[in-house]
């Protein structure tokens, strides 16, 4: 239950937070304004006298956005993937001297630093990246694109850095439904921003890290309680302070950190922890993995479900590979696909430890949708119905 309070307190809050350009400043709105994160952030638009335009639909947001040229929008993690997943392919496209410069423009927003901390050589190889290659990118979502809002899910790192020395920062923000939602956001100017992390709280919340490095929240922000449930909010409350189900850690900067979530977080047969997002997020990059779920909660080892990036296979395929058939069902049971995703896998394993890396993984022969039950209208994944979908998989993962 959220009373008029909790939401205007964090709108006004929140507020301070807000980047201003100078002349009409556009938002370019497409999440469900049901869900409260997208809903705060409008009133906090409204409060700050933007102009606000709702996408005809999330596949219309390129359209929409070279029509309205937003300086600013709101975004989720899976959309950025989806959208820099693109921009990587059209680059594989590319040819001779264009491909080499994309990718070392790529290759040089890897390593982005905010604040010129890279130093002034760095900062005039950024200049002509942007000249030549970055341009275009924010042409593509209309050009004045200058900060993007991302919240309802973890974001990679990577992406942080690489849509930041485009020119397009991405502001990670941390919040839950039952603290109306924002605890804390990022912010470039005033030196509030830190790549990996969600900015620093916003005024009057206090984020006190328990014992076990749970996140505890305090504020005018925190819920009224579950409706009709006292059991259940005398759960999760310990005075004034909210417990939030998520891990995290505050730097010397007072910067805050979320390193997982309790509830996601699992323990092997053998005793070891698995932090999923954690791989996920990593595994993600991969240009053939479009959607990846690690599972094994009391099972003697990590493993996972991944929904194959269907389009780029699909031309990589026809490109690498000649007979191999191209509907989804085919291609998830390509011995040729299975073997690459393996490659991939086994790629990026190399950055976790040996109890925590993936040893065995299915392909889904469908996509991962909304409509399909296997995402929220955030485009967070629902566990438990993904597993419950693809049982005879996770079957033949540990059972057979």
Request: charged letters at 25%; glycine letters at 10%.
């Amino acid at each position: 239950m959220l009373s008029h309070w909790n939401i205007t307190s964090n709108a006004l809050d929140s507020s301070p937070r807000v980047p201003h350009v100078e002349g009409e400043n556009r938002i370019l709105s497409f999440l469900p304004i049901c869900h409260v994160f997208e809903r705060v952030l409008i009133y906090v638009y409204q409060y700050a006298g933007m102009s606000i335009y709702y996408a005809e639909g999330i596949d219309k947001i390129g359209d929409n956005a070279k029509e309205i040229k937003p300086n600013l929008m709101s975004v989720v993690p899976r959309l950025l993937e989806k959208v820099f997943d693109k921009i990587m392919h059209k680059g594989e496209e590319l040819s001779g001297i264009k491909k080499g410069l994309f990718f070392w423009a790529v290759r040089l927003a890897e390593r982005w630093e905010p604040y010129g901390a890279n130093g002034g050589w760095y900062e005039f190889q950024l200049k002509i990246a942007n000249k030549l290659i970055f341009s275009k990118w924010r042409d593509a979502l209309g050009g004045n694109l200058s900060t993007m809002v991302s919240g309802s899910a973890a974001l990679q790192p990577r992406l942080a850095r690489i849509f930041g020395a485009a020119g397009m920062q991405i502001m990670e923000g941390y919040g839950l439904t039952e603290t109306s939602p924002v605890v804390a956001v990022g912010m470039y100017k005033d030196n509030y921003y830190k790549v990996g992390t969600v900015g620093k709280p916003i005024d009057n919340v206090e984020v006190k890290i328990a014992d076990d490095g749970e996140l505890l929240i305090k504020g005018p922000n925190v819920m009224m309680g579950y409706y009709k449930d006292p059991v259940k909010t005398a759960e999760v409350m310990t005075g004034d302070f909210f417990h939030t189900g998520d891990k995290g850690e505050i730097d010397a900067d007072g910067f805050l950190k979320i390193t997982g979530r309790k509830k996601e977080m699992f323990k092997t047969s053998g005793g070891k922890y698995v932090i999923p997002p954690l791989l996920e997020n990593d595994m993600k990059q991969s240009l053939f993995i479009e959607q990846i779920m690690v599972v094994g909660e009391g099972e003697k080892m990590p493993a996972a479900l991944i929904q194959p990036n269907f389009d780029f296979i699909r031309d990589w395929i026809d490109f690498k590979q000649n007979g191999v058939g191209k509907t989804d069902t085919e291609i998830a049971n390509s011995e040729i696909v299975i073997n690459r995703i393996q490659e991939e896998i086994d790629k990026y394993n190399k950055h976790f430890g040996k109890w925590e890396q993936i040893k065995r993984f299915e392909l889904t022969p469908d996509v991962w949708s909304i409509e399909g039950g296997h995402l929220t209208p955030t485009m967070k994944m629902k566990r438990a119905i993904i597993v419950g979908i693809y049982q005879d998989l996770y079957d033949k993962i540990y059972r057979v």
